[in-house]
């Protein structure tokens, strides 16, 4: 007999977790709708992930009670969503709880007829009223309520929640964007940030890569040496701060406070993709070894804890341990002496403002926001006092390992540690990523297509527009870094699955989920950065990428559509799509640095140390062909036997190069 509780036979760690709740979950499917036509009982619909602190108070108080499941059972047909596993569930249900004028957030609580629309909801609610909010019991009842008796009010509000959803999948115009446009968003988003302790002014604070990036470019091409100031001011408070595990390596999610000391601790794959890229850009652009160190740092907690047995990568370590949230990484005063020694631990706690009363909640954050410059001296003699530190660490119960596969997230991280990699000229990190890259192509790809999740032998299939566009970023930056025109066919070969089973011929954008997905209440088309950059601009950037290192000019007509499409959101909100006029600041910005007769691979290698944001490297064997449609391909012929390479911009190409070491001057022109 089906038990009433149906998680136990998904495979998602965060289903799992509420598998022995006495709530009878569902787990998204028609199944669950077909239960509420059923019974006439409204759709209760819950959304969280593994690593989320919030999620598990909620079900702790909650779900595991079984009183108040006893109500959710009786009142409603209760469905169950990892965010991560679904995120087109998480993305509707979201934008309906904001066109409602909540704040948004997780768990997310969404109440929704039998046929999947939403009328009403929420985010966290607990047990018993308190924290200004109402009881979850209460919520209950008055909801259910409601839904009975005044249906036509229920019907209003769904109806007003449709039309709204509907209208946010359509671009708002066009407007034109270009590099004057661009230098204004840089400049006014760099007002914005906090000139005392980096980031976004106030708190929390969110590492908000995509609005750093923005700043980087357009100070990099402009000579504006004050924007690529304030982007690597706020990467250093990062990497100084509570923020960033400064015995395992990592950045967690966000800072609670403004000095980025009490972090959210969750960790989370795609932020450290995403900060890895600017750490490497930031070490070349500034000189500072502690960039470089805590990107070295992130990836050795890459390989010691994030890599699954297939080699891929997971999603998230949780943010709880032993019931409380960052247990695993705070300590004492005390326990530190009792690992390091009275005079070791002194010096250590100089640094790492480690204080008797604890610096949060009567425990010690490490962090080292008020050391200064640290010297090599004193960084040689701290790294054997934090593997001390670490393997005593290790000795505790771990956070949860949320080891399921992600197409999109995986996609994010290979990219940056092949493009770190071939930068910083770490071979070990691109290494890494072509395993990644292998594994998901071998668990995740059925048909030519990918799937979106994996984990336990089981497919979430079909992929979403985020999957195939993130792993023809992370192809595209394969195939510079190696050499192997084989990832340029696979990259050619997501962007196309991308254009027949996602685009929207009415906007020329790219819908969330494929057209032959089962089907939701709408149709979800987003433009705004997430957590991650929005996929529309990571389908611009690699087509655009794509188009230099194959010479075809319809994959660089695909993405001035995107990017036209979308100028006009973009415009109007451009703090939420930084990674948008980042894809603009590709296109108008791009170099294509082609290489021929490169026998020893040197002129590869120097192309490959330029800044990788507004280059492509395109490098053909022995006495091969560029691409017919190459910047370069005419001028060829002019290239010595012994190898040269060509520095293409705005439609026109520089004479050979003929030594490796004269490509940095060129392109600094």
């Not at 250093?236 to 406070?257: K, P, Q, T």
């Not at 640095?593 to 490169?598: F, M, P």
Request: aromatic share 8%; glycine share 8%.
């Amino acid at each position: 007999m089906l038990s009433a509780n149906r998680l136990g036979a998904e495979t998602s760690p965060y289903l799992l977790q509420h598998k022995d709740n006495p709530v009878h979950w569902w787990a998204w499917g028609p199944e669950a709708f077909a239960e509420a036509r059923r019974t006439g009982k409204p759709v209760l619909l819950s959304v969280g992930y593994a690593a989320c602190h919030w999620c598990h108070v909620m079900a702790h108080e909650s779900f595991e009670d079984p009183l108040v499941a006893g109500v959710m059972n009786d009142l409603f047909v209760n469905i169950k969503v990892d965010r991560e596993e679904r995120p087109d569930v998480d993305q509707i249900y979201m934008a309906a709880l904001y066109h409602l004028g909540e704040t948004g957030g997780w768990p997310l609580t969404m109440f929704l007829d039998s046929e999947g629309a939403p009328f009403w909801g929420g985010t966290y609610f607990p047990r018993t009223a308190r924290y200004g909010r109402p009881g979850f019991t209460d919520v209950l009842q008055q909801v259910a309520g409601v839904y009975h008796e005044d249906p036509a009010r229920i019907g209003q509000n769904r109806e007003a929640l449709l039309s709204r959803l509907t209208a946010a999948t359509r671009p708002k115009g066009e407007v034109a964007i270009g590099l004057p446009e661009l230098d204004r968003a840089a400049e006014q988003i760099a007002g914005l940030f906090d000139r005392a302790h980096g980031g976004l002014r106030g708190a929390p604070k969110f590492p908000q890569a995509g609005l750093l990036e923005l700043m980087w470019r357009t100070g990099t091409r402009t000579g504006n040496e004050a924007l690529r100031a304030t982007a690597a001011f706020t990467l250093n408070r990062m990497c100084e701060g509570g923020i960033y595990d400064h015995l395992g390596g990592g950045f967690s999610r966000y800072s609670v406070d403004e000095f980025w000391l009490v972090p959210h601790f969750e960790k989370m794959l795609y932020d450290n993709a995403q900060l890895l890229e600017l750490l490497a850009l930031a070490y070349e652009g500034t000189g500072d070894p502690l960039f470089l160190a805590r990107a070295r740092e992130t990836v050795g907690w890459l390989a010691r804890e994030m890599t699954t047995p297939d080699g891929a990568f997971a999603a998230s370590l949780d943010a709880d341990s032993e019931g409380h949230e960052g247990r695993f990484y705070v300590w004492t005063a005390r326990e530190i002496e009792a690992a390091l020694g009275a005079d070791d631990a002194a010096y250590f706690s100089a640094f790492y403002d480690v204080k008797p009363g604890g610096n949060w909640e009567g425990a010690v954050i490490l962090n080292r926001t008020k050391a200064g410059d640290v010297s090599p001296e004193d960084e040689a003699r701290l790294a054997p006092l934090r593997d001390k530190l670490l393997a005593v660490r290790a000795e505790r119960e771990r956070p949860g390992l949320d080891d399921k596969v992600l197409a999109d997230w995986n996609g994010l991280m290979i990219a940056a540690l092949a493009r770190a990699g071939a930068f910083l000229k770490e071979p070990d990190w691109i290494a890494k990523a072509v395993t990644a890259f292998n594994a998901v192509c071998r668990l995740m790809e059925k048909d030519g297509r990918l799937g979106h999740s994996w984990r336990a032998g089981k497919l979430v299939f079909p992929g979403l527009a985020s999957d195939h566009a993130a792993m023809a970023r992370a192809a595209i930056a394969l195939a510079e870094a190696t050499g192997d025109a084989g990832y340029t066919a696979k990259a050619d070969a997501f962007l196309e699955t991308l254009e027949r089973h996602y685009a929207d011929s009415h906007s020329g954008a790219y819908f969330l989920t494929a057209d032959d997905a089962p089907p939701l209440v709408v149709r979800p088309l987003s433009t705004m950065d997430e957590a991650q950059p929005n996929y529309q601009a990571v389908a611009a950037d690699a087509l655009v990428r794509l188009a230099a290192l194959t010479g075809r000019e319809a994959l660089r007509e695909r993405a001035d559509r995107i990017l036209t499409a979308l100028s006009g959101t973009a415009a109007q909100n451009a703090i939420a799509h930084g990674a948008l006029l980042n894809a603009i600041g590709t296109r108008l910005s791009l170099a294509e640095i082609a290489v021929v007769n490169d026998a020893e691979g040197r002129f590869r290698d120097a192309a490959l140390a330029l800044p990788f944001l507004d280059r492509t490297v395109i490098a053909v064997d022995g006495a091969g062909a560029l691409p017919e449609g190459s910047l370069a391909r005419a001028r060829q012929t002019t290239a010595p036997a012994t190898g040269a390479a060509f520095v293409c911009r705005a439609g026109q190409c520089s004479a050979p190069v003929t030594d490796p070491a004269e490509l940095a001057a060129l392109w600094l022109k």
